[in-house]
């Protein structure tokens, strides 16, 4: 009787991608599974399909008569199996990856020996090119494994799972299913890990096709596209915390006067932090507002904007922090972050007790020094304080400024 249901979406695709991918699925150690395979939209590729399959009974093939995208073939395909009391264990594979032997065995054993509130479990990958080639080399793979072997809470922050995975039926049927393109995957872990813990196996099982012209990835290379990913990938991660009543950590006032090539790559930057659990709080100083209309086009659900018309920026960020609750705040600016900057310095602010607390980097931004008295009566740009800390820096003028 089968136990394990799989479902693969197929939209376009290159023909020997999808007939290797078929093939690795139906060739799979561990046989006792369905299949269904749900075309999106393109009728073209169907003859392909049924001559991979041929008469397998294993294998249902849907068409969809429209293009309805990732999300809603999954929820086409996993609904005909949530039909079948018998299916224990889900997974969806892409139609241009490819699947080792063991891919469907191991998973399933590791969630079925597991404990009872054990619902995923995800394994390592491989990167391959369109030669079926390695990308990186072995030293590469071992830095993945250490990068995904995370406790779940780092999910918050960054998709450790990756691309290859499996899950309970019992913990996917208490969810809604597949939504939020084109972060399907995460948003949809966030919501399974509510209910379940995770597990990671730090093997190979599976190679995944880098930038293949079909993909998601493929699509997201052009500026727009990729703010598009990033605003759906930052909205998933505040609903998480929303749902599990995490609060906001930090606050960071962002004085800008325009609009400028500048001011949109300060804006980038600070977006593409590894950490998220901050507010942007953009202090818009021009006279016009301009510079709010133009930066408005980058969409994320962590920007708020404030019109300050006039202000010199010291006026305006200790206005803007008078109203700032969150434990941590830093004033954005001049120089932009890397992408771990803002994780490092939170990381080190957490650790400490002192009630004078900065953190910030050596000009050489490679080490980050700390503080436990205030270092000016100046908010410093890029030095992430305890909120408490910057308020005590500036509360004369602050008082000044009121009266």
């Excluded at 597991?114 to 995923?120: F, I, K, V």
């Excluded at 500036?394 to 009266?403: I, R």
């Amino acid at each position: 009787m089968p136990d394990v249901g799989i479902v693969m979406p197929v939209y376009k695709q290159k023909s020997s991608y999808l007939r290797a991918a078929i093939q690795s699925i139906l060739k799979q150690s561990y046989s006792n599974f369905r299949f269904i395979i749900v075309i999106d939209g393109a009728p073209e590729v169907r003859s392909i399909i049924e001559n991979e399959v041929q008469d397998d009974r294993r294998v249902r093939i849907i068409m969809n008569e429209h293009n309805q995208g990732v999300a809603k073939s999954l929820n086409c395909g996993f609904e005909q199996l949530f039909a079948d009391p018998d299916l224990q264990y889900f997974t969806w594979v892409s139609s241009d990856n490819i699947y080792y032997y063991d891919y469907i065995r191991i998973q399933r054993k590791h969630l079925k020996q597991g404990p009872e509130q054990l619902g995923l479990v995800y394994t390592c990958f491989r990167e391959i090119d369109d030669n079926d080639l390695p990308v990186y080399d072995d030293f590469h793979t071992e830095e993945m494994k250490k990068y995904q072997m995370k406790p779940k809470e780092a999910l918050l922050d960054f998709c450790l799972i990756g691309p290859s995975f499996m899950y309970k039926s019992r913990y996917a049927k208490a969810i809604e299913g597949y939504g939020m393109e084109p972060v399907e995957d995460y948003d949809y872990w966030l919501r399974l890990i509510d209910l379940c813990e995770i597990e990671y196996i730090p093997e190979v099982f599976m190679d995944y096709r880098v930038n293949s012209p079909f993909s998601i990835s493929a699509q997201l290379h052009s500026r727009q596209q990729h703010r598009r990913w990033r605003n759906a990938y930052q909205t998933a991660k505040l609903l998480a915390r929303k749902r599990r009543n995490i609060p906001l950590e930090t606050t960071i006032l962002h004085p800008i006067k325009d609009g400028s090539v500048e001011s949109i790559d300060l804006l980038e930057h600070v977006l593409e932090q590894y950490y998220s659990n901050f507010r942007l709080l953009v202090l818009d100083l021009s006279t016009d507002q301009l510079a709010s209309d133009l930066l408005s086009d980058i969409p994320d659900p962590k920007i708020q904007y404030a019109a300050m018309p006039g202000m010199n920026e010291r006026e305006a960020i200790i206005y803007a922090l008078q109203n700032v609750l969150t434990p941590f705040t830093m004033v954005y600016g001049k120089v932009r972050l890397r992408m771990f900057d803002l994780e490092r310095l939170s990381i080190q602010l957490r650790k400490t007790s002192d009630h004078f607390i900065s953190a910030y980097f050596t000009p050489s931004f490679e080490l980050i020094e700390y503080g436990i008295e205030p270092v000016s009566k100046e908010p410093v740009y890029n030095v992430l304080y305890k909120t408490h800390s910057l308020k005590s820096v500036l509360t004369p003028d602050s008082l000044l400024l009121k009266k």
